[in-house]
T-cell receptor, first 116, second 110 residues
């Protein structure tokens, strides 16, 4: 069964709206979660690494003021897309790793964000 | 910079027709190579982790192999439910970051 739950699965909203996406690890504690963005027929691109109780580490070219990440507990990380615009429309996916460093990341089912 | 190239981009097979998907990589010290399956509109589902050259892993009709430069995902006698995009990713030592390929979109025709 799923070990990572992501909500909502789909969001359609007007330009200028802020959107929050939740990522929960089920039945395990995740000190580190990851946020990805995926465009059609393209690879998953890491946006940021979310660490419980500390600031997220953003990849080069990702605006930290645009994509706010909060990892307030060992089972929940949130991504807020602030003042979203049509170019922010994409498929956002979170993942979490539990266990040792050699363990794989497990992914949520993604959030399809459409900005009108 | 770590790089992952997957081929072919798309593959159509008849049900029962075996084939292989390729993942070529360059990485500064491989900690692990991961295979995932992704269905449309869903997140990737973990399949295998390979750690060192010569290692093989199997699950049902899938077998993953690893060399120092590439990995293969062999699919034997596939069924329509094996249709999906298969993603390969590498993780270097000293870094939790995964670098993904663009995937192979596999279609199995009944």
């Amino acid at each position: 069964g799923a070990v990572v739950s992501q909500h909502p699965s789909r969001v359609i909203c007007k330009s200028g709206t802020s959107v929050k996406i939740e990522c929960r690890s089920l039945d395990f504690q995740a000190t580190t979660m990851f946020w990805y963005r995926q465009f059609p027929k393209q690879s998953l691109m890491l946006m940021a690494t979310s660490n419980e109780g500390s600031k997220a580490t953003y990849e080069q070219g990702v605006e930290k003021d645009k994509f706010l990440i909060n990892h307030a507990s060992l089972t929940l990380s949130t991504l807020t897309v602030t003042s979203a615009h049509p170019e922010d429309s994409s498929f956002y996916i979170c993942s979490a790793r539990f266990g040792g460093l050699n363990q794989p990341q497990h992914f949520g089912d993604g959030t399809r964000l459409s900005i009108l | 910079e770590d790089q992952v190239t997957q081929s072919p981009e798309a593959l159509r097979l008849q049900e029962g027709e075996s084939s292989s998907l390729n993942c070529s990589y360059t990485v500064s010290g491989l900690r692990g190579l991961f295979w995932y399956r992704q269905d449309p509109g869903k997140g990737p589902e973990f399949l295998f982790t390979l750690y060192s050259a010569g290692e093989e892993k199997e699950k049902e009709r899938l077998k993953a192999t690893l060399t120092k430069k590439e990995s293969f995902l062999h699919i034997t006698a596939p069924k329509p439910e094996d249709s999906a995009t298969y993603l390969c990713a590498v993780r270097p030592f000293g870094n939790e970051k995964l670098t993904f390929g663009t995937g192979t979109r596999l279609t199995i025709i009944p």
